[in-house]
């Protein structure tokens, strides 16, 4: 009696120890499970809930096709700049030549010597103009290109002006800078600084003003006569 006890504690033991055993590994599963369910995942690693309906194909970026450069142009479409455009830089053989204009995004910037204007490439409307303040000098082909600022907020372009003298003060020749917002063309600002009476008394030619870059908010403007057209002096007004 006494070894068929123990031998049925033995059995009771046994099955003890399995029912255990299997609780325990029910016990991990389960907690496997919960460790990878949504609910529990860390602000970092949860999925927005208006894109946890899509697929891992719908998630992704579609992957940019690259496309060889396109060979040639077609005139179907084209919008005519305004007649400034050309005037003075066409020569007999129908050649064009040091256009002063500026494109950016969908408009064009046209400079002439009074003006330049702002132009709507989708539609060809000139949607501004923006003149200097002083009277303007040269004629259209004298003008230079506009120049648009890196960050696309400015175009600025240089104007060479006459300012009237005034009693005993004569008159004096100036660059004007005009500033303009893109697309709108309306004004930002303006400023001018005197050419060098020495420049002007020695060379009978028109100046010519160029807008170079910005620097440190700065407009890098160079002004320059046949005279000084060697020595690359530079001025510059304030990006205001």
Same mark, same amino acid.
Not at 55 to 58: I, K, T
């Given at each position: 009696m006494i070894i068929s006890g123990s031998v049925a504690s033995l059995r009771v033991e046994r099955?003890?120890?399995?029912?255990?055993?299997?609780?325990? +590994? %029910?016990l991990l599963a389960i907690g496997l499970s919960a460790c990878g369910s949504p609910a529990d995942t860390g602000?970092? *690693?949860?999925?927005?809930? *208006?894109?946890s309906s899509q697929? @891992?194909? #719908?998630k992704r970026k579609p992957e940019r096709v690259p496309h060889d450069p396109p060979e040639s142009f077609t005139a179907l479409g084209a919008v005519a700049l305004p007649p400034e455009a050309t005037a003075g830089r066409t020569n007999l053989l129908g050649d064009v030549r040091d256009l002063a204009v500026a494109l950016h995004r969908t408009s064009a910037y046209v400079a002439s010597a009074d003006r330049m204007q702002t132009v709507d490439l989708t539609t060809g409307k000139v949607v501004a103009v923006a003149r200097p303040r002083a009277e303007a000098l040269g004629e259209d082909d004298d %003008? /230079?290109?506009?120049? +648009?600022s890196a960050d696309g907020s400015l175009v600025v372009t240089p104007f060479v002006t006459r300012q @009237?003298?005034?009693? /005993?003060?004569?008159?004096?020749? #100036?660059? #004007?800078?005009?500033a303009t917002t893109p697309g709108t063309g309306k004004a930002a600002w303006s400023t001018s600084l005197k050419i060098p009476r020495g420049w002007v008394e020695r060379d009978s030619s028109m100046p010519e003003a160029h807008v170079v870059g910005f620097a440190?908010?700065? +407009?890098?403007? /160079?002004?320059? /006569?046949?005279y000084n057209a060697g020595r690359g002096d530079q001025r510059y007004s304030h990006w205001r």
């Open positions: 099955e003890f120890m399995r029912a255990r055993r299997f609780c325990f +590994v %029910a602000p970092a *690693d949860r999925v927005p809930s *208006d894109s697929g @891992p194909a #719908e %003008a /230079t290109a506009p120049l +648009v @009237p003298g005034a009693g /005993t003060q004569s008159p004096s020749m #100036e660059f #004007e800078v005009v440190g908010g700065n +407009v890098i403007v /160079t002004v320059y /006569t046949g």
